[in-house]
């Protein structure tokens, strides 16, 4: 047969009956009814319902979340995005997944140390109960083994660092036999996070495990860990802690000329630098221009020629608000600081806003 | 100096320059304090607010689906009536003014919201919340006073057409979702010639878009859904609507146009300073007084004054901020305009009415 029927297409099928709801609930979209009743429906935006909580050390716990039907599924090592309302303010974090892969209930876990004046951190810690509903995003991340595990492997954590690291350990299991090696530093040992399942672990010739504790031991040397694991150089080496140690990894190693042997995961949020005043990139239009802590964004914008919106000039009509991609600005009026990092969803009114920082403005 | 010289009787005197900036500093803190306490319960309150509301507008229009019933008809058309004005009122303005952009939630977020009113978000929030709340009651500039074709202070000259007026409110009244959105597009202003054409052209085809889909749904698809029904869910349809237009019209004339609130001049806000901001704010605006189920109602806009004062401030503490707010007008010798609702109703009737005849008339013709 020559011709072809004409058929529906069943997503333009969709398509149709959708906008004809959408005729029925105007001015609002059928999801903002239907998230009334269910909030993680299949087709709704991505959230998740904490479903379990339980403490891994006196400052970490480990969260089970029930994913909403759109959940794609993740890979051992990588990390989600989730956002909690504190103190009714909606503030996005990453965190690496830790759960199995293959869990029968669907759920994942991400597990949580509380860093000093973290606010999502101490929130999920110590005052998220289970049921609350979060926001997510799909996992994403690089620093994951690929489709077969190296023979070798170094993993080389601090802190919190452990936990995409657990995730892949996890998974790993099962795996075929790697020879895996992980040395983790943490202040004690009751302050290592998954302690007992480590040492689990190691008791049952799975891993082979290198503690140190820096209250007894001192820092974790980058330099010599060449003392501690004698086959380094032939180790595929996976790492994950603060940024010194990472930047100190990332110098040793390349110093022996292992670069490209070394991943390394960077989770802890950017430091984002107040001060007075700060370059502000325009980064829809391009421009950048300079504030000096005292003028307005607006008046800023406007002066470097980018079509800036604006209304009342002073902070009450909401005419001029922009997204902050990044940055910190200060309210001219009381002094707050806001600070943003990419995809917080921070927008600010930049009439009353000036540079406390460099900052990225989406106009 | 003051900058409210011009007024008719200027109930500023009083007041030194020093004194309305002192003024501003009290009320400043005010405002400071609100922002500083503002947290989980009022996110928790406003997302209980737009849960319900949502729940009552699905029932309303689920009931009225069998609006051939009397009983459905009546207990359907109530629903979707205060249904409406809790969209229009405490979620749709206070959402679109800004009031709970801090809460981060791109869902409940002043850049995002659309409401269930004939009046595009994008056009309300520049004339309601740029024009109506910096340039509140200073003739030529504030659109809501008199929508620009009311004659709503003694110092507008009176053309028989004034005469009118009273009709032509009542109309608009009925018609109020309209009326706002056709003056949002500043058609007197187009028509001197004041506005640019084709951005007129592009504003009224949003607003004609607009009116066309809410049309399409409150008189067309609901009612054909609602098959044997079908006329009477229109009925009902077009009673919330007229319903929430009388209940809107009502509250805000009560804001802006009952005695003893003060309108200003163009001249007279020139360089005026944040103090004067206030205290314009503070003359120009008045209260209802009533209970808590009347305040929910009108959105807290019986809290006019406060409203406007702190137009951004989550509209649940308006009613907690009321009392300071009221110490300050004492403290500095103002009058703090409020009354319950039917007497405030009337009293704007009243002013709209003696308006529309020339000054003293009245009073002269009784000599």
Not at chain 2, 222 to 231: D, M, T, W
Not at chain 2, 297 to 317: A, K, R
Not at chain 2, 334 to 356: D, E
Request: glycine share 8%; aromatic share 6%.
């Amino acid at each position: 047969m020559t011709t072809t029927a004409p058929r529906t297409n069943p997503t333009a099928l969709r398509g149709r009956m959708l906008r004809f709801v959408e005729r029925i609930t105007t001015p609002l979209v059928p999801s903002d009814y239907l998230d009334v009743i269910d909030p993680l429906r299949s087709g709704a935006a991505l959230r998740g319902r904490i479903v379990e909580i339980h403490p891994e050390t006196r400052d970490a716990v480990t969260l089970v979340i029930k994913p909403g039907r759109g959940w794609q599924g993740h890979v051992p090592g990588q990390y989600i995005r989730i956002g909690v309302d504190v103190d009714g303010v909606r503030q996005w974090r990453a965190y690496s997944l830790t759960s199995t892969t293959d869990r029968p209930d669907g759920c994942i876990s991400i597990t949580v140390k509380a860093i000093p004046d973290g606010t999502v951190s101490n929130y999920l810690v110590r005052r998220a109960t289970v049921g609350t509903v979060v926001q997510l995003d799909q996992a994403a991340s690089e620093f994951t083994l690929g489709t077969t595990a190296p023979a070798k492997l170094l993993f080389v954590t601090a802190g919190s660092g452990i936990t995409p690291v657990m995730g892949m350990l996890r998974n790993l299991r099962a795996d075929t036999a790697s020879d895996v090696v992980v040395v983790h530093s943490a202040p004690t040992a009751a302050d290592v996070i998954f302690g007992g399942e480590l040492r689990m672990l190691a008791a049952q010739g799975l891993i082979t495990l290198v503690e140190i504790h820096t209250d007894t031991d001192g820092m974790l040397d980058a330099g010599g860990l060449g003392d501690l694991v004698d086959d380094l150089a032939e180790r595929h080496t996976m790492a994950c802690g603060p940024v010194g140690l990472l930047d100190a990894l990332e110098t040793s190693w390349a110093t022996a000329g292992l670069a490209d042997q070394l991943y390394t995961e960077r989770f802890r949020p950017t430091v984002i630098a107040t001060g007075d005043g700060g370059a502000v990139s325009f980064s829809t239009t391009g421009i950048t221009a300079d504030n000096d802590g005292t003028q307005s964004l607006l008046d800023t914008g406007e002066a470097a020629g980018v079509l800036m919106p604006s209304g009342c000039r002073m902070g009450i009509c909401f005419g001029c608000v922009a997204p902050l991609r990044q940055g910190a600005v200060r309210d001219l009026r009381t002094g707050a600081v806001t600070t943003a990092a990419e995809g917080d969803g921070v927008v600010i009114q930049t009439c009353v806003s000036a540079a406390a920082g460099p900052c990225d403005v989406a106009l | 100096m003051t900058a409210l010289h011009e007024a008719p009787v200027d109930l500023t005197t009083h007041l030194t320059a020093a004194d309305i900036e002192n003024l501003g500093a009290e009320l400043d803190a005010i405002r400071d304090e609100v922002i500083a306490s503002r947290g989980e319960s009022d996110a928790a309150y406003i997302r209980k607010v737009i849960d319900a509301q949502r729940k009552l507008e699905l029932t309303s229009r689920g009931i009225l689906l069998f609006s051939l019933f009397p009983p459905a008809w009546i207990a359907g058309t109530i629903g979707l009536s205060v249904s409406k004005i809790i969209e229009n009122m405490e979620i749709g303005h206070n959402v679109m003014h800004g009031q709970w952009d801090w809460m981060r939630d791109p869902k409940i977020h002043s850049t995002t919201w659309e409401w269930d009113n004939a009046s595009p978000a994008e056009l309300w929030k520049h004339s309601h919340n740029e024009l109506h709340h910096t340039y509140t009651n200073v003739l030529g500039k504030d659109n809501d006073l008199g929508y620009g074709i009311m004659r709503v202070s003694e110092d507008q000259r009176w053309t028989p057409l004034y005469l009118l007026q009273p009709l032509s409110n009542a109309v608009n009244a009925v018609f109020f979702q309209y009326g706002i959105a056709f003056y949002d597009l500043q058609i007197g202003k187009y028509l001197k010639g004041r506005v640019d054409k084709d951005d007129f052209k592009a504003r009224g085809k949003k607003v004609l878009a607009k009116i066309r889909r809410h049309a399409t749904r409150d008189y067309v698809l609901h009612p054909l859904l609602s098959g044997p029904s079908a006329l009477t869910t229109l009925t009902a349809n077009a009673t919330a609507n007229v319903v929430r237009n009388l209940w809107t019209h009502s509250v805000i004339m009560c804001g802006h146009f009952p005695e003893g609130v003060e309108t200003f001049s163009k001249s007279s806000i020139e360089g005026e300073t944040r103090g004067e901001w206030y205290l314009r704010q503070m003359l120009g605006s008045a209260n209802i007084s009533g209970s808590r189920a009347m305040h929910f109602m009108t959105g807290n806009l019986s809290y006019q004054i406060e409203h406007h004062l702190f137009p951004d401030l989550p509209s649940n503490h308006y009613q907690k901020i009321a009392p300071k707010v009221e110490a300050v007008f004492e403290r500095y010798g103002l009058t703090y305009t409020t009354g319950p609702l039917p007497k405030q109703v009337a009293s704007a009737w009243k002013k709209i009415i003696r308006l529309s005849l020339p000054n003293n008339f009245l009073s002269s013709a009784s000599n």
